[in-house]
């Protein structure tokens, strides 16, 4: 069963713009990552955040999680052809020995 | 640093077959876990294997089983493939095993196609 839910399920903007993605998971967590797929391929890590966190940066990407609302938000600013993918959230828990639990995923394209 | 590798890329099998899947840590990594991706779906957790030992278990039958290599290389072996078995499967492996606080690394993933 997935944990996450993303939001919204595709996204389509124009290079330059900034794009904003939404996680919302169900049980507590100890950290919650973001992920990136291309074209049905490998995962590629992007960013963690952990439960006592606010806000991360990393380049162009900001990740806010708010654990009273069960939610995060990934913020990729002044996106380029190049940043169109799946991405996804997915959530570790203290008690779940290294599994991630994963949403269903955004694309994002981004046209020239 | 060698990250994730995964063979074969592609395979074909017909239903009732069995078929293992290979997988290769990053270096300095002992823990390896196994996803499941459904064509439109994110991965789902099959198991993770560390110290040669599945270390927790997902939503899966037992005719999907795993090993895990002194050298932390690992194998997923599926047996009496079902139609719904067709995925990507992924390995990730991670530097540590016992809390889901590491980042995972992913290897290219192995596209299994069941007729």
């Known amino acids: 069963s997935q944990q996450g839910e993303e939001d919204p399920q595709a996204l389509s903007i124009q290079e330059g713009e900034n794009a904003t993605m939404n996680c919302s998971y169900k049980?507590?967590?100890?950290?919650l990552q973001w992920y990136r797929q291309n074209s049905g391929r490998g995962l590629v890590h992007l960013i963690l955040?952990?439960?006592?966190?606010r806000e991360k940066h990393s380049g162009r990407l900001r990740v806010t999680l708010d654990t009273s609302k069960k939610s995060s938000s990934l913020l990729i600013t002044a996106s380029r052809a190049a940043d169109t993918a799946s991405y996804f959230c997915?959530?570790?828990?203290?008690?779940?020995?290294?599994?991630?639990?994963f949403g269903q995923g955004t694309i994002l394209t981004v046209h020239p | 640093e060698t990250g994730v590798t995964q063979s074969p890329t592609h395979l074909i099998k017909t239903r009732g077959q069995q078929v293992t899947l290979r997988c290769s840590s990053q270096?300095?990594?002992?823990?390896v876990s196994w996803y499941q991706q459904a064509l439109g779906q994110g991965p789902q957790f099959i198991f993770q294997?560390?110290?040669?030992?599945?270390?927790g278990r997902g939503n899966f039958p037992p005719r999907f089983s795993g090993l895990q290599f002194p050298n932390y290389s690992s194998e997923l072996n599926v047996n009496a493939l079902e139609l719904d078995d067709s995925a990507l499967y992924l390995c990730?492996?991670?530097?540590?095993?016992?809390?889901?606080?590491?980042?995972?690394?992913f290897g290219p993933g192995t596209r299994l196609t069941v007729l």
């Open positions: 955040i952990r439960s006592n966190e």
């Open positions: 990730a492996s991670s530097p540590e095993a016992g809390e889901a606080t590491d980042t995972q690394y």
């Open positions: 997915a959530t570790g828990s203290g008690t779940s020995y290294g599994k991630l639990t």
């Open positions: 049980t507590s967590i100890n950290n």
């Open positions: 294997y560390y110290r040669e030992e599945e270390n």
């Open positions: 270096s300095g990594h002992n823990t």
